[in-house]
């Protein structure tokens, strides 16, 4: 079963318990995705799905972090309910360590040394994490071994 047809599966459960909170957020990502779909023009597959789940649950954890400093407890909870109900569809993400050996191995690989080879690297290192660490992470990592 996809991703997109588990989370559909979800959004019928939700309907039938009456989760608001679960329909709001199946329906909100399952709206991306129908989007995503329309603008590219195919049907997506797992790891494009994953990655619209990878934005979603960014900007729910940005959204938490700006409650949490200004202070709006009913924001922040709507927010912590949304990631824990989005996080179930990624799959398990890469520690800071197993992302640093990888990108280690790609730079060894490719023979990068300075920060002008961060391009070649990430080109190499994306297609093996993809989905598995946020590109944030991955692009801060890539930096901080070529500095």
């Not at 799905?49 to 979603?56: D, M, S, Y």
């Not at 660490?133 to 500095?147: R, W």
């Amino acid at each position: 079963m996809s991703i997109k047809d588990n989370i559909n599966e979800k959004l019928k459960e939700a309907m039938k318990n009456h989760d608001e909170d679960g329909k709001r957020v199946y329906r909100m990502i399952l709206s991306s995705v129908k989007f995503a779909e329309k603008t590219t023009g195919k049907e997506l597959d797992d790891s494009e799905v994953t990655g619209i789940l990878q934005k979603e649950l960014k900007i729910r954890k940005e959204s938490l972090s700006e409650a949490e400093k200004g202070g709006r407890e009913e924001a922040a909870a709507e927010a912590k309910k949304d990631i824990e109900l989005i996080e179930p569809f990624l799959p398990k993400q890469m520690s800071e360590d197993e992302l640093k050996a990888i990108v280690q191995s790609v730079i060894a690989e490719i023979g990068a040394s300075t920060p002008a080879d961060m391009g070649k690297v990430m080109k190499a290192v994306m297609p093996k994490v993809k989905g598995l660490a946020p590109n944030d992470m991955i692009s801060k990592t890539v930096k901080q071994l070529l500095s």
